[in-house]
C-alpha cells in the first residue's frame, strides 16, 4: 500500500492518502479544500487516480474538498451514513468495509467529539479523526458531542484493537505525526492511565475552550460535502483559499 501524511497548518489537519499500487486508485481521509491542489499533485505525482475522498464527520475548523475534488477528478464522496447528507455518494456504516483494490477501510463508529463521528481501521493503522488525538481528544461540546459516549467510543472500540496498531489523528497542535493504541492506553491524559468515566467527565466539562471561530461557517459548508462561503469576513478568507506549498508530515 501507498501511504503518505499530508498536513494542513492553517487548521492543523492531517489527510492521508492510501493508494493500491495494482490498480492505481486512491483514497484520501480528510482532505482539506486549501490543500486540495497540493494534494491532487500528490495523487497524480504517484500515479494514481483518486477514487474517493472519506471525512471521518462533520468538520467544524475547516472545510472539506470532498465536493471540490469530485467536481476536479470525478472521485465519489464517502462520509458516515449518520449525517445523511445528499451531496453523498457512500454512506459509511459500521459493518460495511470500503474497498478501493488491495485498500480496505473497516469504519467504527465513535461519537463523542460529534454524534455522527467515524475512525477507520486499515490493516496495522486506525485514522481516529477527533475520537482519539495524540495524549488527547476532540472537545465534546457542540455538534451533539458527549463526554459520556466519547469516553465509551474510545474504550470500548478504539482501546479494544491490538496494543502495536498505529494511531494516525485528523490533528496534531504540537509536530507529533503518529501514536499507538499502547501508548494513549499509557499516556493519554484525558482517556489513558485508568481515567474513570466520572474523571474524563469532569475534565471535558472543565476545559473552558473558546467558541470556534469558523464553526459558524464549516459546519454549514460541510454539509454540502465542501462549499464555502460567498462571504467570508476578511480573516477568514484563508480558510477557502487554495495552498499550492504546505508542510508535510
Known sequence: MIFKQLHEPLSNTY???LGDQDSGLAILIDPVIASMDRDLAEVHKLG????YTVD???????????LEMK?????KIAAPAHDQLPCTDVGIEEGIPLRVGSVVLHPLHTPGHTDGHFAYLSGDRVFTGDALLIEGCGRT??????????YRSVHSKLFTLPDETLVYPAHDYKERFVSSIAQEKRRNPRLGNGKTLEEFESI???????????????????????VCPSHLPEDLAQYCK????????
Open 15 to 17: 489527510t492521508y492518502l
Open 48 to 51: 494514481l487516480r483518486l477514487a
Open 56 to 66: 471521518t464527520h462533520i468538520h467544524a475548523d475547516h472545510i472539506t474538498a470532498a
Open 71 to 75: 467536481r476536479a477528478v470525478g472521485s
Open 141 to 150: 461540546d457542540f455538534q451533539n458531542g458527549d463526554a459520556d459516549a466519547l
Open 204 to 226: 471535558m466539562g472543565n476545559l473552558n475552550l473558546p467558541y470556534p471561530k469558523f464553526i459558524d461557517y464549516a459546519v454549514p459548508g460541510n454539509r454540502q460535502c465542501g
Open 242 to 249: 487554495q495552498m499550492t506549498e504546505s508542510p508535510q508530515g
